[in-house]
C-alpha cells in the first residue's frame, strides 16, 4: 500500500526553475514539497550542465592563458594534466553547490522527496523511490520544471564513443580526434574544451554559420578565434551516416567543403539541441496542454491550462536557459501565493561561454531585420579599449541597437572576453527604459571592458572618445 502524504504546493524537477520556484514559494509562506531524482536540488543545470562545463571550461582558459602568456616574457612547459583529478575537482564543485542547496531546502523547511513523480490526475502524483515503493502525494498546486534532455541525432548507433553533454562531461578520456555535431551553446562549449585540453576537434554545423541565434558580426571574432584552436569548422555540413569501427566510429560527412567525405574518429559528441520532458509526467491525467514541439503551454503567470497546475523553464518553452526558468519559477511561485506578477521580461540574456565569450540581450540586428524594424546600430571594437589591450583581447566587439525616434536601448551585444558579465548592464539598461544618452552619461570606471558599452553609447552620437566616427548628416 504506498504511503499517502498532502502538500500546498508540490514543485516537480529540482532544477534552476524548480528550486528557485520551491524556496521562493517557502520564503513567502506556502508549505512546499520538492520532487526530484536527485540526492539534493540542482538539476541539469549543476549536475550535468552549466556548473560542471564551466568548471571544464575554466580549465581550458588556465591551459590557454599559460600558452599566450609566452607574448609577454612567460614561458610554461607544455602542462602534465591529471585527469583523475580534473574528475574529482569537477565533481567537488558540484558537490559543494548541490549540497549547499540541499542545506537551503532544509534551512527553509521544504519537504524533499527523491523518487520520480507522475500524475493521478490534477491534484494527485504518484512519487516512485528507486527502490520501487511508491508515496501518493494530494496536491492543491503544481509547478512542473522537469526541463529537457538532449535531442537524438537520425543516424545514431550504439557505441560507448558516442557521446552527449552528459557522458562528454564526463571525461572519460581525452580523444585524439573528436568530431562535435553542432556549432550551437554546447558544441562550440564542450568542444573548445576537449581542443584546450588537447583533442584534434572537428566542428560540423549544419546551418552556414554557428550560433543560429547571434548576430553575424559577434559571431565574427568567436568564429576566428576558434578556428586557431579547433582542427576545424565546417558549415553547412551534415552528418548523412556512422558506423563503429575498431578504432573508432567512422562518419559520412556531407558538405560545400568537404564533398562526400568519410572519416574516422575516436568520439563523436552530438550537441543537435535539446527538447522539452514533458512526457513521462501522465500529462494525459491532467488538463494540461502540451503543444507539437512537447512544451507545455503556459500564459505569462505560468499557468497551464489546468488551473492546478504551472509550468516553468525548458518545458515551458525557448529560451532552454537556467535563468530564464530561475525567473519563471519565482512568478509562478508568487503568483500562487497570490501575489501580482507575471513573465514578462525585455530582455533575457543569453552567454555562451566560449573564448572569446559572446552574450546579447533584447533586440538582435537579425531579429530586427526579419521584423522589418529600423534601429541604429552602433559598434565599438575592442581595438580601441585600454583594458581590452592590457589583456591582448583587442579582439572583442560591443553593439548597441536603439530606437531611430527616442535612443532607447533596444538591444545589446558583446563578443569578447568577459562578455558573460558585462552583459548584465545591458539587460539592467532595457529593462530600464534607458537611452543611448543615459549610458553615455553613465560614469563607467577605467581602465574597464565596461566602457566599451558606455564608449557604444557616445558612438551613437558620433561622441566616443576613443573612435573616430563623426554622426552623420
Ligand atoms: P543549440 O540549439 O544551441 O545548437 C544546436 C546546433 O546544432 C544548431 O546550430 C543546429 O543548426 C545544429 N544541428 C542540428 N542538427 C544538426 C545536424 N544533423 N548536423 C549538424 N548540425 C546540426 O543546441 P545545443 O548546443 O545542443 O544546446 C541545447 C540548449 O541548451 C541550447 O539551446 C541552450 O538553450 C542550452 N544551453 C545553454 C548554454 C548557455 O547558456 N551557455 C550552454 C549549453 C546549453
Excluded at 4 to 18: E, I
Excluded at 395 to 403: A, E, F, R, V, Y
Aim: with cysteine; charged share 20%; hydrophobic share 40%.
Amino acid at each position: 500500500m504506498a504511503e499517502q502524504m498532502s502538500t500546498f504546493l508540490t514543485v516537480v524537477g529540482g532544477g534552476p526553475g524548480g528550486y528557485a520556484a520551491a524556496f521562493h514559494a517557502a520564503d513567502l509562506g506556502l508549505e512546499v514539497t520538492l520532487v526530484d531524482t536527485e540526492p539534493n536540488p540542482g538539476g541539469t543545470c549543476l549536475y550535468r550542465g552549466c556548473i560542471p562545463s564551466k568548471a571544464l571550461l575554466h580549465v581550458a582558459k588556465l591551459i590557454n592563458d599559460t600558452r599566450e602568456a609566452a607574448e609577454w616574457g612567460l614561458e610554461f612547459g607544455e602542462p602534465k594534466m591529471d585527469l583523475e583529478k580534473v574528475r574529482r575537482k569537477t565533481r567537488s564543485v558540484v558537490e559543494q553547490m548541490t549540497g549547499g542547496l540541499g542545506q537551503l531546502c532544509r534551512a527553509r523547511g521544504l519537504n524533499h522527496i527523491q523518487g520520480r513523480a507522475g500524475f493521478l490526475d490534477s491534484n494527485t502524483l504518484a512519487v516512485f523511490h528507486n527502490d520501487g515503493s511508491e508515496i501518493v502525494l494530494k496536491t492543491q498546486h503544481t509547478i512542473i520544471a522537469s526541463g529537457s534532455r538532449p535531442t537524438l541525432f537520425g543516424p545514431l548507433i550504439n557505441s560507448p564513443r558516442l557521446m552527449n553533454s552528459t557522458s562528454a562531461l564526463q571525461m572519460e578520456e581525452i580523444p585524439e580526434t573528436l568530431l562535435v555535431i553542432g556549432g550551437g551553446y554546447i558544441g562550440l562549449e564542450l568542444g573548445s574544451v576537449y581542443a584546450s585540453l588537447g583533442s584534434k576537434v572537428t566542428v560540423v554545423e549544419m546551418a552556414d554559420g554557428l550560433l543560429a541565434g547571434a548576430d553575424r558580426d559577434l559571431v565574427k571574432p568567436l568564429h576566428a578565434r576558434l578556428q586557431t584552436l579547433m582542427h576545424e569548422i565546417l558549415l553547412g555540413t551534415k552528418v548523412s551516416g556512422m558506423k563503429e569501427e575498431k578504432h573508432g566510429i567512422r562518419v559520412t560527412l556531407e558538405g560545400p567543403a568537404v564533398g562526400e567525405l568519410s572519416r574516422l574518429f575516436d568520439r563523436v559528441l552530438v550537441c543537435v539541441g535539446r527538447r522539452p520532458n514533458s512526457s513521462g509526467l501522465n500529462l494525459s491525467s491532467t488538463g494540461v496542454t502540451v503543444n507539437k514541439k512537447g512544451f507545455i503551454e503556459v500564459d505569462a503567470q505560468r499557468r497551464t491550462s489546468d488551473p492546478a497546475i504551472f509550468a516553468v523553464g525548458d518545458v515551458a518553452g525557448e529560451p532552454m536557459l537556467a535563468h530564464k526558468a530561475s525567473a519563471e519559477g519565482r512568478v509562478a511561485a508568487s503568483v500562487i501565493a497570490g501575489k501580482p506578477a507575471a513573465f514578462e521580461p525585455q530582455a533575457i540574456p543569453a552567454v555562451v561561454f566560449t573564448d572569446p565569450e559572446l552574450a546579447w540581450c533584447g533586440l538582435t540586428e537579425s531579429a530586427a531585420a526579419a521584423a522589418g524594424r529600423t534601429v541604429h546600430v552602433t559598434r565599438f571594437p575592442w581595438a580601441a579599449s585600454g583594458r581590452a589591450t592590457t589583456l591582448s583581447r583587442s579582439d572583442g566587439l560591443t553593439k548597441l541597437l536603439t530606437d531611430p525616434d527616442t535612443g532607447q536601448i533596444l538591444g545589446v551585444g558583446i563578443c569578447g572576453a568577459g562578455a558573460g558579465e558585462l552583459i548584465a548592464e545591458g539587460v539592467l539598461a532595457i529593462e530600464m527604459g534607458a537611452t543611448a544618452g543615459d549610458l553615455d552619461l553613465t560614469i563607467h570606471p577605467h581602465p574597464t571592458l565596461s566602457e566599451t558599452v558606455m564608449e557604444s553609447a557616445a558612438a551613437l552620437f558620433g561622441l566616443s572618445t576613443h573612435i573616430y566616427r563623426p554622426k552623420r548628416g
